[in-house]
């Protein structure tokens, strides 16, 4: 059994944030959830799906955000409790039935996880999604904890149905992938059948219902606004002359800066876990009851503005501050001793930091080694990028690489350097388009497997329906790999008790309309090669489908073993250092001594044996056992 499947009422067990959250989906009764996958909300969606194959939970891996929500919301407004869960800017995907969805509203509870990413640890942008509470009009709930996670779960399936529209729940990476002590409260008995029961003037949006629907959703967020001013999530803690204004982890700075200063019988602290509709009344009491305000939030200053708008209202001329010069950036997540030493600054107090650690002992310098993220030993993509590089430089061509999200946005990286314009999921496939119809160059877009399913399939209709002359190549390694091999509708083979139809990347590519096609395995060089040399020949839209297994997804979930073993000859002197200088494996390493033989080593403790390294260099052998 599960192990959150496991856990009785009154149980204390640590708890990772995220599996706090499908604890408390548990525990609130939940019987449909979806998801794209996405870090760092990933382990939500990871649990959902082993807890869906024990029990009557019904979980999907949907194609993108969008249709997630979208599915969820079915069942939502069928009176089965849902959850959709996804990464920050996932919530851009699926923002288009939000704000809809947000009028028509739900009967099932309905919980919206977006999992935000301060300092974009694995992201192309640190968005601030308390924007979508304000932007759509939906309540938000803030966890400072795990035990927060997954209390704040349970009340936001609840409140959602007490409304009648969907809650969303914010977390961040520090929040979802800490782990904290959590007292587990008793499971309720799913409910995963419902009935839709049909009502047109609400849950059909022509304008003349959606005018009215509008004036239902304000109704509703002032209902919510009074909840939040009464929500035992918004608690005011100390008693003294000056007020910190804060939520989400950065609460744990603040106390722990408060306690570390010494000023805890000075300090007096509104923590907002229900954070929108911003509870006015008890901004208002609390702005009375203090002689300065500092709000402590991280990225945007949503808090800090709406304080200030409440204080104009209200005519209180209370100082606030958060955001500015001397005091908080709206860059990146926090840190402890940056709160700390923030606090002392706005509030006078004496502060001397701690002198940081030297990590140099008896005045030898250490030098700590690098680890950078890279494309791993065996990767499929490193052998299509060398492929591609190779036959350019064969042709004398210099190329433009339109690249997308996942894995192979590494290709970036030296010695590949096969990236040149990111946005977005899908983005490779459209900016190619543009980027060659305007410039007359050739353009080379690489996207993954998962990320054409997600939103590469519209942009290639696109380009053949308006005769866009570019060469695609889609890098097919059998599973969503970045977020941590999860399936997608082009899994042949998926982890254990996958067992959904596979959809034919080469059949869907055909049927919109592209007539040339390559599907080869590319560490098959010469077949590789042979490919990406053609479809630079032509003049029409081309698609290269690379097609081999994440050698990680291969041996972790498949249970595959590593093929052969390879090492480099004594005859490697090391003058013509192709294996590093223009494939990169990290399995190649130069021999630390430089005058012994052979001058480049392969580490048989990262090598795979996938072989590619025999194809560029004569020097590299099978091992002899």
């Known amino acids: 059994m599960h192990p959150l499947l496991r856990l009785e009422q ?46 009557d939970l019904y979980f999907e891996y949907s194609t993108n955000e969008k249709v997630a929500l979208e599915t969820a919301a079915g069942a939502a407004v069928s009176g089965v409790r849902t959850m959709c869960s996804m990464k920050h800017v996932g919530l851009n995907v699926a923002a288009d039935p939000l704000m809809t969805l947000a009028y028509v509203g739900v009967r099932g509870g309905m919980v919206i996880v977006t999992a935000d990413d301060p300092s974009m640890f694995s992201s192309q942008n640190e968005q601030d999604n308390r924007w979508y509470a304000r932007l759509s009009h939906l309540p938000m709930l803030e966890p400072a904890s795990a035990q927060e996670a997954k209390d704040m779960t349970v009340a936001a399936f609840d409140l959602s149905e007490t409304l009648q529209v969907p809650v969303l729940l914010r977390t961040t990476t520090r929040l979802s992938h800490h782990r904290g002590l959590v007292t587990t409260g008793s499971l309720r008995p799913p409910k995963t059948t419902g009935a839709f029961e049909k009502n047109p003037s609400r849950f059909v949006t022509v304008p003349a219902n959606a005018r009215v629907r509008h004036r239902v959703l304000l109704e509703q967020m002032e209902k919510a606004r009074d909840m939040a ?22 609460y744990n700075y603040v106390a722990d800066a408060i306690e570390d200063l ?17 509870p006015e009344r008890l901004a208002v009491d609390f702005m009375r009851s203090v002689k300065k305000v500092l709000v402590v939030e991280e990225l945007e200053p949503i808090m800090e503005d709406s304080l200030k708008a409440i204080a104009q209202g209200a005519g209180l001329s209370t100082p606030i501050a958060g955001k500015g010069d001397g005091l908080f950036s709206r860059l990146y997540e926090f840190q402890p001793a940056m709160v700390r030493a923030v606090t002392a600054k706005y509030f006078g107090v004496a502060y001397t930091p701690p002198e940081p650690v030297d990590p140099n002992k008896d005045g030898e310098k250490i030098q700590l080694p690098m680890r950078p993220p890279n494309l791993c030993a065996g990767c499929p993509h490193r052998a299509t990028y060398y492929a591609v590089n190779s036959v350019l430089a064969d042709m004398d061509i210099e190329a433009v690489f339109p690249t997308d999200i996942g894995c192979y946005t590494l290709g970036i990286l030296p010695p590949l350097q096969t990236a040149d314009f990111l946005v977005c999921m899908g983005s490779s496939v459209t900016s190619a388009a543009g980027i060659s119809r305007v410039t007359g160059q050739k ?30 190549v889609i890098l097919d390694n059998g599973t969503t790999a970045m977020t941590g091999h999860q399936p997608h509708p082009g899994v042949d083979k998926g982890p254990p008790g996958w067992q959904k139809p596979s959809v034919s990347i080469e059949a869907l590519v055909r049927a919109c309309g592209v007539e040339q096609v390559w599907v080869v395995n590319p560490i098959n060089l010469g077949k590789a090669r042979a490919a990406v040399r053609e479809a630079l020949e032509s003049e029409k839209l081309s698609v290269i489908i690379a097609k081999a297994p994440c050698p990680l997804f291969a041996r972790r979930v498949l249970g595959e073993k590593q093929k052969r073993a390879f090492e480099v000859g004594p005859e490697c002197t090391g003058q013509c250092p192709v294996c590093i200088d223009r494939f990169g494996c990290p399995a190649l390493y130069r021999n630390p001594d430089p005058d012994a033989t052979p001058a480049m080593i392969i580490n048989q403790d990262l090598c795979i044996g996938c072989g590619v390294c025999i194809q560029i260099c004569k020097k590299i052998r099978p091992k002899k056992m």
């Open 10 to 55: 009154g149980d204390k067990h640590l708890l990772l944030g995220n599996e706090a959250i499908v604890r408390g989906a548990l525990e609130a009764g939940i019987g449909f959830a979806t998801t794209y996958p996405g870090t760092p909300s990933s382990e939500i969606a990871d649990n959902f799906f082993r807890i869906a194959a024990e029990s």
């Open 229 to 250: 001013c009464e929500s035992g999530f918004n608690v005011v803690r100390g008693n003294g002359p000056w007020g910190i204004v804060t939520s989400a982890m950065a």
């Open 262 to 278: 010494g000023i805890t019988d000075r300090v007096c602290v509104l923590k907002l876990g229900f954070s929108h509709p911003f």
């Open 443 to 472: 353009v080379i877009a690489f996207i993954g497997d998962s990320t054409f399913f997600h939103s590469g399939i519209t942009g290639l209709i696109n380009a053949v329906h308006n005769e866009h002359h570019f060469v695609l």
